[in-house]
């Protein structure tokens, strides 16, 4: 693997002594966690196909992005027949389509949505962002204002999610590119994730219209992207801000087990490939480090791995025993993970099982908490509380 260096000031990144010494990383918790209880689920519309991600409008109609490239209305309960139109060329294959979906702070009054999503054919592809503003129904004047610098090849780990800080700066996750085989100028692809020159397994901050705040980390190193805000993931499809400390969380897939939890602060580096709990698919350990000093250590690690999909904080009063708890879902075992929290430790865990492959978690402007099922035939699912 070729050595890459990110620089990182002193101002970005502390390392306490206990962090410098530590010779392992948080034990990886197993997949035997108790239910919670107290919970059933309703079907609130349903014929969707693979839904990713959902955004709720000030009106409470929701929007749904499709990983086969479609954008879909709720509208009073019900689906709008016809997907919304003026949305960019979208690629999907694979992994890759229409992703995440998120609102522009002031909404109500430039009306601007932004999506990310794979762009491109099979043998050159990237993530890309866009915006447009929604008129009720269709986007208008849509624009790819950001796309990885480099294209890849194959349908694997384009991330992406998107999370507004409160400086209406956004952060976006890009994935590390696939498995090997996959390559990238002649070294696995995933090694990417390490080096400052590319995009790849990095989350990153951009302003609204897609540019590169000049507060990032690396705006000043050269040959770093100014984009990067971390680096060292291999495909965060989670990403949250926990409305009370500010924080920002993300869960990210793991290869064979080694799925992380993370708190996401700028200029870290989160190891990936070159400290990991994951194995290869056919065996082999992948590294044989799970924590080294100056790479930051996962909160929780889940092995075997259940696939970790949507993150949201809740804070509605449905469910009051729940309020400021973390909801994972979880692709592989077809649950959300409920993640009690006290600072930056998880405290207690439980899962919710639906059935289905979750693909996002959010909490609705009526308090309760919504799942997209990631199916052929999926839906959108709400949790009802029970006595």
Known sequence: ????????????LCLSSVACTAQTGPAPISADVPEAQGWCTEVVVAGLRHPWSIAWLPDGSALITERAGRLRLVRNGKLEPEPVAGLPPILASGQGGLLDIALHPDFAENRLIY???????????????????????????????FQNADAKSGG??????????PDKSLLMSIGDGGNPPLSFNGENIRNQAQNPGTHFGKVLRLKDDGTPPPDNPFVNQKGAKPEIWTFGHRNIQGLARDPVSGRIWANEHGSRGGDELNVIEGGHNYGWPEVTYSIEYWGPKISNE????GMTDPIRVWTPSKAPSGLTFYTGDVYPQWQGDLFSGALKFQQIRRLELDGTQVVNEEKLTIGQR???VRQGPDGYLYVLTDEDDGALLRILPVK
Do not use: C, E
């Not at 799970?290 to 000093?293: D, F, L, V």
């Open 156 to 165: 694997q780990h384009f991330g992406s999610r998107i999370v507004w800080l």
């Open 358 to 360: 979750v693909r996002d």
């Open 1 to 12: 693997m070729k050595g890459y260096m990110l620089l990182i000031s002193s101002g970005l």
């Open 115 to 145: 999506l990310t999503f794979a762009t491109g054919d099979p043998q050159a592809n990237r993530t890309a962002l866009a915006r447009g503003r929604f008129d009720g129904h269709a986007l208008r004047d849509t624009q790819v204002i």
């Open 290 to 293: 799970t924590t080294r000093p």
